[in-house]
């Protein structure tokens, strides 16, 4: 069975960027029930009970044909959202990333403002819902983005950091602004757990 992590911070700690009642909401009821989804795809195959999300959402079309739907949207829920609160704190200094994250976006994108930039519009192009990501693929660094909840991981690619442009993320405080959203959010990345997957890449 999976559960749902605890918040490594508290549901205000991103104020201003991301209202309390917006975390509040996304964590205990999107998040849980994207948890209790997958757990109830998953209780008639106890086969598959020893597999963690990683590995159920890298291989979906391996599984059980009538699972492959509810672990994609649920099972992908689950690992795309636990990254997305990981990829966030309010106590980082915005200013100050960790060398080896540095390097490899000016390597890849030239400068952390041109990096920014290109993801926004990722961001913002994304039709629907969805996601935007930094991904590691082949040793390059690339921006992609995911529809509904699709992850980085079945094409292949390791998730740096991932951005959900889904409106329930955003719509209470930003209505229909989803750009002011992302601008925001830049204001809360936890650099410090993106330098550490990198490291793992
Ligand atoms: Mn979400």
Same mark, same amino acid.
């Given at each position: 069975m999976f559960k749902l992590d605890d918040l490594p911070y508290d549901y205000s700690a991103l104020e201003p960027y991301i209202d309390a009642q917006t975390m509040e909401i996304h964590y205990s009821k999107h998040h849980q029930t994207y948890v209790d989804k997958l757990n109830a795809a998953l209780k008639d195959f106890p086969d598959l009970a020893d597999k963690n999300i990683e590995e159920l959402v890298s291989s979906i079309d391996n599984l059980p044909a009538t699972i492959q739907v509810p672990v994609r949207n649920n099972g992908g829920g689950h690992y795309n959202h636990t990254l997305f609160w990981q990829s966030m704190t309010s106590d980082n200094? +915005? @200013?100050?990333? $960790?060398?080896n994250i540095s390097d490899a976006i000016n390597n890849a994108f030239g400068d952390l403002e041109s990096f920014k930039a290109e993801f926004a519009g990722v961001a913002?192009?994304?039709?629907?819902?969805?996601?935007?990501w930094l991904v590691g693929k082949?040793?390059?660094?690339?921006?992609?983005s995911t529809a509904n909840q699709d992850t980085p991981l079945e094409l292949g690619c390791q998730p740096l950091l991932g951005l959900d442009v889904?409106?329930?993320?955003?719509?209470?405080?930003? +209505? @229909?602004?989803? $750009?002011e959203y992302i601008e925001a959010w830049w204001?809360?990345?936890?650099?410090?757990?993106v330098a550490q997957r990198l490291t793992k890449n």
């Open positions: 200094d +915005q @200013n100050n990333l $960790p060398t913002i192009n994304r039709f629907g819902s969805g996601w935007a082949d040793g390059n660094l690339e921006i992609i889904w409106e329930h993320a955003y719509y209470l405080k930003y +209505q @229909n602004r989803r $750009p204001n809360v990345i936890n650099w410090s757990a």
